[in-house]
């Protein structure tokens, strides 16, 4: 279970805006978040990692307690072992296919099963700049999910992925995230496409 109630202020340009979420995720769901641009939801996923603090609230996760704005308690992101799918992929330009994941993992099988998971077992030697977008894209989600995470954030995670690869890529995931127990929370700017993978959702106003 992740209990979140946090409170962080936005810098946009009208005025003050503030995202306030109180919210439960249970172990093991996928929660799909949507909204208006701006509204927060990219910060949002930035706060449970750490990349960015809230200014009140508390994150616990299984009973432990990742940050705590009254106690002064923040858990840095290397400690907090979540897997972030980036909206612009940050991918490592120097490194190969395979290079990302071995830099996660020293788990050879994992690393195989994770190549066929997001059909780039024939491009392991291949740099990003030599991907496709959609290429791209699936390598961010195989390197989020290397470290074996036990919570998974993604941001946007199908939007360059085409729509036969995207359900054949969601239905494998989906087994997948079920047999490691992986919370996911999914950002979407067209939620209808987690429809029947979603178990809960959160919605930005
Ligand atoms: N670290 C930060 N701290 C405070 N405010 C931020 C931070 N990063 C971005 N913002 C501001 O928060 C607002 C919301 O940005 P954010 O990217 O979270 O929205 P979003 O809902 O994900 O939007 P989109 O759907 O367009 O990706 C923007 O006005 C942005 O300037």
Do not use: C
Request: glycine share 6%.
């Amino acid at each position: 279970m992740i209990n979140v109630t946090i409170e962080k202020k936005l810098k946009g340009y009208h005025g003050q805006q503030v995202i306030k979420v109180d919210h439960q995720f249970t172990a093991g769901s996928v929660t799909k978040i949507y909204g208006p641009s701006g509204s927060g939801k990219t910060t949002f996923l930035k706060v449970i990692a750490s990349l960015t603090k809230p200014e009140k609230g508390r994150i616990v996760v299984g009973g432990i307690t990742w940050f705590d704005a009254e106690q002064k308690i923040d858990v840095p992101t290397q400690k907090r072992n979540v897997g972030f799918v980036f909206q612009q992929y940050a991918l490592f330009p120097n490194m190969t296919v395979r290079q990302h994941l071995e830099y996660a993992t020293t788990d050879e099988l994992w690393i195989k099963r994770l190549l066929l998971l997001g059909k780039l077992d024939t491009l392991q030697t291949h740099k990003p700049e030599y991907l496709s977008g959609g290429q791209q894209q699936r390598l961010a989600i195989l390197r989020a999910l290397a470290t074996r995470p036990k919570l998974l954030l993604m941001d946007e995670p199908f939007s360059a992925i085409d729509p036969k690869m995207k359900a054949e890529l969601m239905a494998e995931l989906s087994v997948l995230l079920k047999e490691m127990e992986i919370t996911t929370i999914i950002v979407s700017h067209n939620p209808q496409e987690l429809d029947g993978w979603a178990t809960d959702e959160l919605v930005f106003e």
